[in-house]
Structure formats: structure tokens, C-alpha cells
């Protein structure tokens, strides 16, 4: 198995980890968890916006919903961000520049065809993050 392919198993891996935790983020919470998402606490009316308990209720069990999912993306960029720097490694490592910029356009054009307009501003701060430094 060649190192890359070594890499892909390892990166599933910690992918399939971090969804495992971040859907049992609603019952059991990890450290990480709650470093990124900060202290559980009952939300009152006010704290949520709504006028009376049972929609502050709602409101405040989709923003735990919100906050695991969040840690499940910033997960994710930071593996992606991993990922991207051993791909430039390896490929200034063979001579080649650090960004491919055709690459580039087709996860543009990915984050474009999937989400519209903002998906090209996400996916541009995605490869801004992936980047590394010069």
C-alpha cells in the first residue's frame, strides 16, 4: 500500500471518529466537544428570542444540534487542511508548484454547482485555509 493510500485509510478513519462523537454529542460530550461548543445550559425566552418556554425549548435543542454540527465541520477543515499539506509535499516534492490552480477551479466549481453563489466564498476560504504558507 503505497504511503498516499496509507494516508486515504488513516484520514477515513479519523472521519468516521469524529462523526461517531459528534452524533452522540447530544448525550454524551466529549472534551473537545465541549471546548469547541462551551457549556450546556438551559436557555430561557430571552436568551433565545422566543416569546414563551416551549419555543425557547425548540430553539435551544437546534442550537446544540447547530453547535455539534459545527464541531463536525471544523473537524473536517482541519483534516482537510492535513490532507491538502501532504498533497503539497508531495507535490513539491517532485518539483511542482505548491497550489494547482485547476484543481482549484474544480472545487470551485464543486462548492458553485452544490450551494450557489455563497458556495464559491466558502469553498474559496476552504483552499485559502488548505493553502498552508508560502
Known sequence: MSTLDTARTADTARTAD?????ETAGTTRTAETAETTGPTRTASAADTGARDGAAAAEISGA??????????IIALVRERMAVSARVQQARLGSGGRRVSLSREMEVLAHYRDELGRPGTALAMTLLELSRGRA
Open 18 to 22: 469524529t462523526a461517531r462523537t459528534a
Open 63 to 72: 442550537r446544540e444540534r447547530i453547535d455539534a454540527l459545527d464541531a463536525r
